[in-house]
């Protein structure tokens, strides 16, 4: 029996140790595109790993407390169904980390394709939204640009600043125009109003999508 739990120890650390090189391997080889990828991913059972992300040296960490664990058991005498558990316990972690090696690259394409089809629905979302809005006469991929967003806020800006200079031009007319004139200057008047009021909303709309445009870097930057 003596013999049996040395052989049974001896051939679990060196199954681990094995295992330990092929995972430093694996790490080294990560790079920062994919741990960043996988930075919040639970690639294991709760039961068999406290672990999330691309790193799989905790694992290793953790199959060694259970090797220590297992030959204090031994140690102790331990019931035998309770020492049996305990070895398939760490079998199937190390069958679980051995898997793991295996798909990491299918992992990171999972997520990447993951992300890619968040950000598409997302792009699609705000396209409907932009229909919507009742600006689409403005270019909607303006929107996703930081510099031709502010090159079309600057653009509305100086369209609001000469209707209000025309309103202000007719305004002083109006005082010394002819009665049979007056009519059609208050008309053009009014909608030069319109269209100002409509470039404000405009400006208004730019801005709020300046704003959700740049939330994410100032998040980002924090």
Not at 76 to 97: N, P
Not at 163 to 191: G, P, R, T, V, Y
């Amino acid at each position: 029996m003596v013999l049996n739990t040395e052989q049974l120890l001896n051939t679990l650390k060196s199954q681990l140790k094995s295992l330990e090189q092929e995972v430093i391997q694996h790490d080294n080889r990560l790079a920062s595109t994919q741990r960043k990828l996988l930075q919040d991913t639970e690639r294991f059972n709760s039961a068999l790993f406290m672990q999330q992300g691309a790193l799989l040296m905790p694992c290793i960490e953790q199959i060694r407390s259970s090797i220590n664990q297992l030959e204090k058991q031994i140690r102790l005498k331990l019931a035998a169904h309770t020492i049996a558990l305990s070895c398939e316990r760490i079998q199937d972690r190390f069958t679980a980390v051995k898997r793991a090696l295996q798909t990491t690259s299918l992992d990171v394409k999972s997520k990447h394709q993951q992300r890619s089809s968040n950000r598409a629905r997302f792009a699609k979302r705000q396209q409907q939204s932009h229909q919507d809005s009742g600006f689409g006469w403005i270019a909607s991929n303006v929107l996703h640009n930081s510099h031709e967003i502010y090159q079309e806020l600057n653009k509305h800006l100086n369209w609001a600043k000469k209707f209000e200079q025309k309103i202000a031009e007719m305004e002083s007319k109006l005082e010394n125009c002819h009665s049979a004139d007056k009519i059609n200057l208050q008309n053009d008047i009014l909608l030069m109003h319109r269209r100002l009021g409509k470039c404000r909303q405009a400006i208004s709309y730019i801005e709020d999508r300046i704003q959700a445009f740049e939330r994410p870097y100032q998040s980002h930057n924090r």
